[in-house]
């Protein structure tokens, strides 16, 4: 078994930052990535920056969020810079997690909502 456990969000003002953190527990053996999602209702759930071999961010969010990992602690924040209000949605981390030499898995964590208004 594996878990995401998520905190971080909230209510914040256009021009104000938000930070996100994300931890993965359980029958770990390795992250392959983890990463960001975001949702808003009736939109698909959108990538909004990954950390894997390699790190991207999609394009409405770069140079104003940075994703971040520590690899021994099996965790991943989302610092939130100059968020604006169609940054608005529930901010999902997601995991690709090897449990055993074979088996991998995508895992999704519970969801944080971030709300940008003024």
């Known amino acids: 078994q594996v878990q995401l456990v998520e905190s971080g969000g909230g209510l914040v003002q256009p021009g104000g930052s938000l930070s996100l953190a994300c931890a993965a527990s359980?029958?770990?053996?390795?992250?392959?990535?983890m990463n960001w999602y975001r949702q808003v209702p009736g939109k698909e759930r959108e990538l909004v920056a990954r950390s894997g071999t390699t790190i991207g961010y999609l394009e409405a969010v770069k140079g104003r969020f940075t994703i971040s990992r520590d690899k021994a602690k099996n965790t991943v924040n989302l610092q939130m810079n100059s968020l604006k209000p169609e940054d608005t949605g529930v901010y999902y981390c997601?995991?690709?997690?090897?449990?055993?030499?074979?088996?991998?898995?995508?895992?999704w964590g519970q969801g944080t909502q971030v709300t940008v208004s003024s």
């Open positions: 359980g029958s770990i053996v390795s992250i392959l990535s």
């Open positions: 997601n995991a690709v997690i090897a449990t055993s030499g074979k088996d991998r898995g995508t895992y």
